[in-house]
């Protein structure tokens, strides 16, 4: 492709060229990795393959109006037929507007209503409802269309019927919209609500974000011929640029995932011989879990990556001894810098993956802010802030947002409470959000939850703070249980007081058999604090 190549400088060596757009790195992808599998899922596409369906969505993109710049949704879970949207969309200019697959119908509209958004591509039958028939009579009359990936009903687009729009695209007209196709132009826009309440669209560029990731598969080691299970929804960052685009960058094998069930993760890794998981702690307590994991073979397990929650060393341990993972690695990152932030690397030892985020990515700063706004020395805790190419643009048509977000400086606050120890690594306390006070002490529930990880019997946690009459406010703690182990409430806080400091023990545990989780994996505190508000 002419116009790529252009602007793509390579050296000798596949991995060492200038990242510039995602068509580009389609386009060299194809040419580094050939026939190689570049997704296996229901249907296996090599590198070649997948970068020629790239086009031909693109091109039936063209067909159908989308204009450079136009915002277009994608609702559905981690199929081939998502990411092929995606990269044919953001090969033509178009900005990618990735959409829950928990929302609701009027969650949509507001989504669509923010993004602007004209045209939606939309799983079919998914969870026993068919999505297309959330969508309101005012939802419907912001979109030009809807294509449907699978099974489309009569008002709607089939994806066959979408793609053979193409023929009618010539291949001079669809290289020229791909070589127009800027570097620093959008690629997409990840909405995210924060503390705020309301979501606001982070706008990120293509060269940002090719080089985060670039900087992020390095550190981690994601290698060549990696079989990577990718089951963050593609809706999500996680899931998006560390696992999907990953596999197209590093020439490894996509195999996207469902749903979070840990006896069909287990399946996968035995018979599809998965390399690389990628996901939240939640993941791999689920897979420890399983009261048959001995009788999966997990020998092809290579790394798993998780972040974005408390990481203790008990499960840094376990996922080394009983799953099998030679390298593990912990990070720290946001929405608003692409993911990103700081990152262990695989041979860290395993109290520093536990309990750090490891350190910055190159070229970045990551710096802890004190209440006055000014640095503090390291040691000292304070609030996260992050200066450098991974921070977002802006959010969408929100400038007060942003400049309360992006301060005169630069500094991305992020509403994250940490320090940094004396080896440079990122150590962090918790959420500014999570944080609760107990008789004036602050009690941060990540490091409460960290702590007890450590008994033999916990095998998943997490804590709140709860109203209290003479404290102020207190932890409770939601605990599962290790399959055949049994503990009663007061021999864990009994173990908490001989362990930790009395304020940060939790006056009363609640023990669950599972905990409730986003699709991502995390743990959703608010429906903890909400059945703990319903019960008073």
Not at 233 to 244: D, V
Not at 341 to 346: E, H, L
């Amino acid at each position: 492709m002419q116009g790529a190549s252009k602007r793509l400088k390579m050296t000798r060596h596949e991995t060492s060229w200038t990242f510039t757009t995602i068509p580009d790195l389609c386009e060299r992808a194809a040419e580094l990795y050939g026939d190689a599998p570049a997704i296996e899922d229901g249907i296996t596409l090599s590198f070649k393959e997948f970068n020629r369906l790239r086009k031909r969505v693109a091109a039936a993109l063209i067909a159908s109006g989308v204009q450079k710049g136009d915002r277009v949704m994608i609702w559905g879970p981690n199929t081939w037929k998502w990411f092929a949207a995606a990269m044919g969309l953001v090969s033509i200019g178009g900005v990618l507007i990735p959409c829950s697959t928990r929302f609701k119908g009027n969650e949509v509209g507001e989504l669509a209503r923010r993004s602007g958004a004209t045209l939606m591509f939309s799983t079919g039958d998914f969870l026993n409802q068919y999505y297309p028939s959330l969508l309101s009579h005012e939802t419907r009359s912001l979109l030009r269309e809807v294509i449907v990936f699978d099974g489309a009903r009569a008002d709607e687009t089939a994806w066959d019927d979408f793609l053979a729009r193409a023929d009618a695209t010539s291949d001079r007209d669809l290289e020229a919209r791909i070589a127009a196709v800027d570097p620093d132009d959008l690629c997409d826009m990840l909405f995210t609500s924060g503390t705020t309440g309301y979501p606001k669209g982070v706008m990120y560029g293509h060269r940002q974000c090719l080089r985060a990731i670039d900087a992020w598969a390095t550190r981690v080691g994601i290698t060549r011929g990696d079989r990577i299970l990718v089951i963050p929804p593609f809706f999500h960052a996680f899931g998006y640029r560390s696992g999907a685009i990953v596999s197209i960058m590093r020439g490894a094998t996509l195999l996207p995932h469902l749903t979070f069930d840990p006896a069909e993760i287990l399946r996968r890794v035995s018979d599809e011989k998965i390399s690389v998981i990628p996901g939240p702690p939640a993941i791999f307590h689920g897979m420890l879990q399983h009261p048959e994991l001995a009788r999966f073979d997990t020998s092809s397990l290579r790394l798993g990556i998780t972040g974005g929650a408390v990481v203790p060393s008990t499960l840094i341990r376990r996922m080394r001894s009983d799953l099998g993972f030679a390298g593990v690695v912990n990070g720290y990152g946001l929405t608003e810098c692409g993911g990103y932030g700081t990152m262990c690397r695989s041979d860290d030892d395993d109290e520093v993956i536990a309990n750090t985020s490891g350190k910055p990515f190159p070229d970045t700063e990551v710096r802890i802010m004190g209440a006055d706004g000014t640095l503090v020395a390291d040691g000292e805790a304070g609030e996260v802030v992050i200066r450098g190419y991974i921070v977002m643009k802006g959010y969408f048509n929100d400038e007060e947002s942003t400049g309360n977000t992006i301060d005169k400086n630069g500094w991305l606050h992020t509403g994250d409470i940490g320090y940094f120890d004396t080896n440079g690594n990122l150590r962090i306390e918790d959420r500014v959000k999570d944080m609760y006070i107990t008789g004036g002490f602050n009690c941060y529930p990540a490091e409460i939850e960290r702590f007890m990880s450590a008994h033999p019997a916990i095998g998943q946690i997490s804590v709140i703070g709860v109203a209290d009459e003479r404290l102020g406010e207190v932890g409770k703690a939601f605990v599962v249980l290790r399959p055949g182990a049994s503990a009663t409430e007061q021999e864990l806080i009994d173990w908490a007081r001989a362990n930790i400091a009395n304020f940060k023990v939790p006056r009363s545990i609640e023990f669950r058999a599972a905990l409730p989780t986003s699709p991502q994996g995390k743990v959703l505190k608010d429906e903890l604090r909400k059945s703990v508000a319903m019960a008073s």
